[in-house]
Each structure stands twice: as C-alpha cells, then as structure tokens.
C-alpha cells in the first residue's frame, strides 16, 4: 500500500505561482511513475503532467505546457508541480497518482495509476 499526501494548494490571483507538493511512502519510490491530475466541479479528472522513472522523462497537458513543471526528489520520495502564470481556469483540486511500479503505462490515463491522494485546492481569481 503506498499513501500520498498533497501539499501547497491555495488561493492565488491571476498570474501567481503556486508549488504543490505529494509526499509518498514506500520503499521503491524511484520506481514509481507520478502524476498529477485535476478535477474541477462539474467537470472529469483531467491529466496534468507525469513524470517516469529513471530518466524521469516528463510529461504534460496541452493546457499545462510552458506554464507547469514537474519534478521529483526520490530521496524525499516527493514529486512536484510548480504552476506558474496561473489562470482562473486552472481551479480544480489537484491530485497525485502513482504507477507502482512503473511500468510505461500511458501516463495520460487516470486508469494506469495505482494509488491516489486525498487532493489538495487550487483556487485562482480573476
């Protein structure tokens, strides 16, 4: 069983950045493909940006290309999703995924992840 919890949700105006944080346990972190998706009411949960094992090969959204990075750090077994040049229409609860391990699923598909955070708010004004 692997647990994630999020972190770095919040409100923030048009423009700002915000980090968001998922801290996971296990002992294989590094062997884990990450994900973050996002839900916003009304609406599906929509990728975000993942990023793989090893050569942590990154990807990302259309929506989130340019303005989002994601990263990892295996030795605080956390990964990341800097956001920046946030728009009001990046409002949504943000969540973490993990591929355990990963096994080159499509990392676009809520369905190729394993386990799941609780989700944490990003709410931005206009």
């Known amino acids: 069983q692997v647990q994630m919890v999020e972190s770095g949700g919040g409100l923030v105006q048009a423009g700002g950045s915000l980090r968001l944080s998922c801290a996971a346990s296990g002992r294989t972190f590094s062997s884990y493909a990450m994900g973050w998706f996002r839900q916003a009411p009304g609406k599906e949960r929509e990728f975000v940006a993942a990023?793989?094992?090893?050569?942590?090969?990154?990807y990302y959204a259309d929506s989130a290309k340019g303005r989002f990075t994601i990263s990892r750090d295996n030795a605080k077994k956390t990964v990341y999703l800097q956001m920046n040049s946030l728009k009001p229409e990046d409002t949504a609860n943000y969540y973490c995924?993990?591929?355990?391990?990963?096994?080159?699923?499509?990392?676009?598909?809520?369905?190729?992840?394993?386990?799941w955070g609780q989700g944490t708010q990003v709410t931005v004004s206009s």
């Open positions: 990023i793989a094992r090893g050569t942590g090969f990154t």
């Open positions: 995924a993990a591929q355990v391990p990963d096994y080159g699923g499509n990392y676009y598909y809520s369905n190729s992840y394993d386990y």
